[in-house]
């Protein structure tokens, strides 16, 4: 009797990839989300462990060794491999300490202002009528109102600082929030489970919080990725402009605008923390515009 | 469409109505405008005279109603600092700025509309690769250091054009690029995604079979309705502009409002800081009605909405 033996195909190959193994694939697949993904890893080590890579403090002054030049130039030495400031302050320490500020500010503004900007979307999409109606005239209004000039006039009333700056633009940058959790909310609404949750007798709270908020996570988090990239945008320029973050403090910004004095001898002053920003800001960019193609792939054109 | 126009002209007026509530009562709001008009050094008589010759001693509200109905006659009160009224200061200045704002909307609609079109014909090719690396890049770049960057590299290093300044239309040459080149990327993704759905329509299909020359199939039917999207947008970010205006402004020292803006905020001049916000909001609310209307008259769909 000859045994002729079959192969038993596996559970695995039956059903295939779960939802959450090709969620990965995609994300791991995706080279904008892989390179943003590095850098901002990068950058998020450097502000946490700040005090242990940086050579030097970013505080202390030396006038003996004032606006050194960067490691490739002649004149340039290893102490201080990207030179010192005006104020002989060792470059190199203070752009890694900077990260911290424009880490720190970028996300605390992206949650202050998510937290508005969702609840006001969720309401909006959830209760829609006159809630709806009220909803999308505060967004219009935000909208009118040209954000660098009223954070620059509420900023240079109260006094700047990084508590104020935060705030400031917390209570602004809602508006992106808003819109695009007004707009999930209501597409989510719709469904069938919403219904029959709410036919099994849920209070209203309870089907925001437990069926449409873990459904509309998806936008929210891209939203929040891209609103952190606005608001460490927005920090340089008030910065830059004198009306953010105070000396001493090493804000990328605040640097470009110091070494905006020196820029036509010693232009690594303006040029090193500009390339800085410029890099965090593509990461996070990077990340939130691949993260909107890996959890929406029908949105991609 | 007279019923549209209406409806959307009362929104307006409520959002202007808004936000001269907002922008006069935000001096209240964030503190004392008789203290910081005083300074740091100032005796409590002192402020306490200020507040009396200002009127800061009166109800918000009548002061507001007094603001604003010198406002509607075009009445800002007197810049603290310059001495000379509001409107006139803001008049003398506001050419500068949308001299600026418009070359700078020019110069996004040259360079974004075609590089839009380009991608679009040539999806995923080494053109939609570049003009996409180029609209991720833009919205990373900070425009206060591309100024900066491009003020060494053109008016000192290579010196052909003047740094800052504004008293000749070679001024505004770098101006207008880093101010065009941050509305770029929308507009030219705005135009590209139009073109790719447009070019997949049927009407295109039948103009190709028909035999037409794919320059008019182009030209005269993708386009124009791949645009009509753009139109609105475009008015939208030349709001958001005159807003860009005063970074930019104050790295080039380019004498327009968003220059004053910055000068009058530093100064606590309250009358000017008050006006500008009311007149740069309502530059928005009437670009966004313009273009709505706009949108209602090229596209009959969103009348009845």
């Known amino acids: 009797m000859a045994v002729t033996s079959t192969t038993i195909p596996t559970m695995d190959a039956i059903v295939g990839p779960s939802p959450g193994q090709r969620l990965r694939k995609r994300v791991f697949g995706h080279r904008g989300v892989m390179i943003g993904g590095i850098i901002l890893l990068v950058m998020v080590l450097m502000a946490l462990f700040a005090p242990l890579i940086a050579p030097h403090d970013p505080y202390t002054q030396s006038l003996a060794n004032r606006l050194v030049p960067p490691v490739w130039h002649e004149t340039g030495s290893w102490t201080h491999p990207l030179g010192t400031d005006q104020l002989g302050r060792d470059y190199l320490s203070r752009v890694i300490y900077g990260v911290r500020i424009s880490l720190f500010i970028g996300i605390s503004v992206a949650f202050v202002s998510a937290i508005i900007g969702s609840a006001m979307g969720l309401a909006a999409g959830y209760f829609g009528g006159r809630v709806d109606l009220v909803v999308t005239f505060l967004i219009t209004c935000r909208l009118s109102m040209p954000v660098i000039l009223v954070a620059l006039a509420v900023v240079a009333l109260i006094g700047s600082s990084l508590t104020v700056v935060v705030s400031v633009l917390g209570l602004l940058l809602w508006d992106r929030f808003a819109v695009v959790m007004r707009s999930a909310t209501m597409q989510v609404r719709a469904l069938d489970y919403v219904a029959s949750a709410r036919a099994a007798g849920c209070s209203n709270a309870r089907i925001v919080f437990s069926e449409i908020l873990p459904n509309v996570m998806n936008p929210l988090i891209v939203v929040a990725t891209l609103e952190i990239a606005n608001a460490v945008l927005l920090e340089a320029a008030l910065s830059f402009l004198g009306l953010g973050v105070q000396p001493p403090l090493p804000s990328w910004g605040l640097m470009i605008s110091e070494g905006k004095d020196y820029l036509l001898f010693d232009p690594w002053l303006i040029t090193i923390p500009g390339l800085m920003l410029f890099v965090l800001l593509l990461a996070i960019n990077l990340m939130g515009d691949g993260m909107r193609d890996v959890t929406a792939p029908e949105n991609r054109n | ?305």
């Open chain 2, 1 to 305: 469409m007279l019923v549209y126009t209406a409806k959307r002209l009362v929104l307006a007026l409520l959002v202007a109505f808004t936000i001269s509530v907002l922008s006069f009562s935000l001096l209240f709001l964030a503190g004392d405008p008789a203290a910081a008009i005083a300074g740091e050094t100032a005796t409590d008589q002192e402020i306490e005279r200020i507040r009396t010759m200002f009127g800061f001693d009166r109800p918000i509200w009548l002061q507001y109603l007094e603001w604003v109905s010198r406002a509607i006659q075009g009445d800002f009160g007197r810049s603290y600092y310059f001495g000379m009224p509001v409107t006139e200061l803001i008049l003398s200045r506001i050419p500068v700025t949308l001299t600026l704002a418009g070359s700078a909307m020019a110069f996004a609609l040259v360079v974004g509309i075609p590089m839009g079109v380009i991608a679009a014909l040539y999806p995923n090719s080494i053109i939609d690769r570049i003009a996409l690396t180029i609209a991720v890049c833009g919205q990373a770049l900070p425009s206060f250091w591309f100024a900066l960057m491009l003020i060494v590299l053109f008016g000192f290093m290579i010196p052909i054009l003047p740094p800052s300044g504004s008293d000749s239309w070679q001024h505004f040459i770098l101006p207008t690029i880093v101010l065009g080149y941050y509305a770029t990327p929308s507009l030219m993704r705005l135009t590209r995604t139009g073109m790719l759905e447009v070019l997949s329509a049927d009407y295109i299909r039948t103009a190709r079979a028909k035999g037409l020359f794919p320059r008019t199939v182009l030209f005269k039917h993708a386009l124009r309705n791949a645009v009509i999207p753009v139109v609105s947008v475009a008015a939208v970010e030349f709001g958001f502009m005159l807003g860009g205006s005063i970074v930019i402004e104050t790295v080039f020292a380019l004498h327009g409002t968003g220059y004053l803006a910055w000068e009058s905020i530093r100064r606590a001049d309250f009358p000017t800081v008050q006006a500008l916000i009311l007149v740069f909001s309502l530059f928005y609310v009437v670009l966004t009605f313009v273009s709505d209307l706009l949108n209602a008259w090229l596209d009959p769909r969103i009348r009845v909405a």
